[in-house]
């Protein structure tokens, strides 16, 4: 069985506090890469990231496409929780 790595991946705008979005990106084997990769695919909105990495149990609870830009708004749409305000 194939074990895959994935990095949760959000998105700030530091000067105006602002959201831009999160994304998991999917086979990735460290956070640079998985920043680079999100470029790569065009769905690194700008602004500061913070990363962590997920196993694929952690990936499967999120209930979200891999490789996929969530806008603020789709996240509220989907009532995700937010952890840190």
């Not at 990095?7 to 920043?35: H, M, Q, R, Y």
């Not at 913070?50 to 009532?79: A, R």
């Given at each position: 069985?194939e074990?895959?790595?994935?990095?949760?991946?959000?998105?700030?705008?530091?000067?105006?506090?602002?959201n831009?979005?999160?994304?998991?990106?999917?086979?990735?084997?460290?956070?640079?890469?998985?920043?680079?990769?999100?470029?790569?695919?065009?769905?690194?909105?700008?602004?500061?990231?913070?990363?962590?990495?997920?196993?694929?149990?952690?990936?499967?609870?999120?209930?979200?496409?891999?490789?996929?830009?969530?806008?603020?708004?789709?996240?509220?749409?989907?009532?995700?929780?937010?952890?840190?305000?």
């Amino acid at each position: 069985m194939e074990i895959k790595n994935y990095f949760w991946l959000s998105f700030v705008d530091p000067d105006i506090n602002k959201n831009l979005g999160c994304t998991i990106i999917e086979d990735a084997s460290n956070l640079n890469e998985a920043i680079s990769k999100a470029h790569s695919l065009n769905i690194n909105p700008g602004g500061e990231v913070l990363g962590t990495p997920l196993n694929e149990e952690q990936f499967e609870e999120q209930g979200m496409e891999s490789n996929k830009l969530y806008t603020p708004k789709e996240l509220d749409e989907m009532k995700f929780k937010k952890i840190y305000e």
